[in-house]
């Protein structure tokens, strides 16, 4: 893999070739391939889809519906398995919303975890208080890993749903979720997994997992913002009742009654997201090209240095030092992480500080918050090196206070 040629894909880089873009957990870059199809829809068409009987909205319909196709055989999935939603918090939330307001009861638990986004836990917390649910958390070991054998002491008959990351945005962990689904399953439960991290860095195959639904955002993964998909189970998108009415997603309405149309479309309601999903294709074309061995090797590859030379900083404290993906949070001693931000960013070099959405996680590690550096495939050695400049220098500087 060329990085040197990837990198000029970016327009960031080319505007400033010193940026040091280590802030990909919360957002990627995203390459001209994906800005130029976003363009030419908006030049040559941007008319609404579905319900203009002219030209130029048939062919912006085809280009919304090809988007769909694209991005189901990018994870395996079917068609019309694929609710195209805002990002990854909105298609936690309609799940919550619709699955978990009609079929959670009184009396059931509900298995979620602390390394969750507020967005994966959130939304449950809610339905289990609304519900008189339970809602139970698997136990983290010494290192903040969700383990199999930890879930299965919580698992339980009455289990009805398992709302869990696949990848911490904290910690990078990746959770053992082939397992943790199977025995969910034997218990006739569902899982909600957060991809929100995964889908951007490795390559994801819904059959093979076997999950009930799967949230991911296009902003993470080199696609447009406002753009978010839900994967689901076709039985049980089926099954669902949509949690916003009106235009597009309607079949018949009468005074006394109304119907819906047949899922991914009883779930979008409104003009959709159109240049949104068009983008978020070509993402996923550009990611598949650039091939997801390439992906995680050159995370593993950024993330093995930048550790080692953290390491060799008298008071840095690294949480997550065994994780598998591209992300480091860490603290230096003494240090505020909003303090020692303002260095990095001097430093031409872009990291993120605070909770990241995730208090039980920074509540878990007994801090106020972390610095987080995320890697994504066009990141080098050199940024690297600007970014332990950057974290000696904020030593030194707050340090002397
Ligand atoms: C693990 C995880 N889940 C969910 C989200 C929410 O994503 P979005 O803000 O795109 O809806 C994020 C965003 O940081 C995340 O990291």
Redesign the pocket.
């Known amino acids: 893999m060329d990085i040197n040629k990837i990198r000029e894909d970016f327009y960031q880089f080319k505007d400033n070739p010193n940026l040091a873009y280590l802030d990909n957990?919360?957002s990627s870059l995203k390459p001209k391939q994906v800005i130029d199809k976003v363009d030419d829809y908006y030049k040559r068409l941007g008319v609404n889809v579905h319900r203009g009987v002219y030209r130029l909205s048939y062919e912006a319909t085809d280009m919304y519906e090809e988007a769909r196709t694209t991005i189901a055989n990018f994870i395996n999935a079917k068609f019309e398995e694929i609710v195209f939603t805002r990002?990854?918090?909105?298609s936690?939330n309609l799940v919550a919303q619709s699955y978990g307001m009609d079929f959670i009861n009184e009396g059931d638990e509900v298995i979620t975890t602390e390394l969750e986004?507020h967005?994966?836990h959130m939304p449950w917390f809610n339905v289990c208080k609304k519900k008189k649910a339970t809602l139970k958390y698997i136990e983290l070991d010494k290192e903040g890993r969700i383990t199999v054998e930890a879930f299965k002491k919580v698992l339980s008959d009455k289990t009805k749903v398992v709302a869990i990351?696949y990848?911490?945005?904290v910690m990078g962990y990746i959770t053992p979720i082939k397992e943790i689904i199977k025995l969910a399953h034997e218990k006739g439960a569902i899982v909600t997994l957060?991809g929100?991290?995964a889908v951007p860095h490795m390559k994801i195959d819904v059959k093979e997992l076997d999950c009930d639904f799967l949230s991911f955002?296009g902003?993470?993964m080199c696609g447009p913002t406002g753009i978010?998909v839900l994967y689901g189970k076709y039985d049980l998108l089926d099954k669902m009742d949509p949690i916003e009415f009106g235009g597009d997603m309607a079949d018949t309405v009468r005074r006394d009654s109304q119907t819906y149309k047949v899922p991914p479309y009883k779930f979008e309601t409104g003009t959709p997201i159109i240049a949104g999903a068009i983008g978020l294709a070509e993402a996923c074309k550009y990611l598949d090209n650039i091939g997801f061995d390439n992906i995680v090797k050159q995370e593993k590859y950024l993330r093995d240095i930048a550790i080692k030379e953290l390491e060799k900083i008298d008071g840095v404290i690294i949480y997550n030092k065994t994780a598998e993906t591209g992300i480091i949070s860490f603290n230096i001693e003494g240090i505020h992480p909003h303090d020692a931000a303002s260095v990095f960013d001097n430093n031409d070099v872009c990291i993120r500080a605070g909770h990241h959405?995730a208090q039980l996680i920074t509540t878990w590690l007994n801090t106020i918050g972390t610095i987080r550096a995320s890697f994504y495939f066009y990141n080098r050695e050199e940024d690297i090196d600007r970014f332990i400049k950057a974290v000696k220098e904020a030593k030194e500087f707050f340090g002397s206070f």
């Open positions: 957990g919360a990002g990854a918090s909105q936690l986004h967005s994966s990351t990848v911490s945005n957060d929100a991290q955002s902003h993470k978010g959405c």
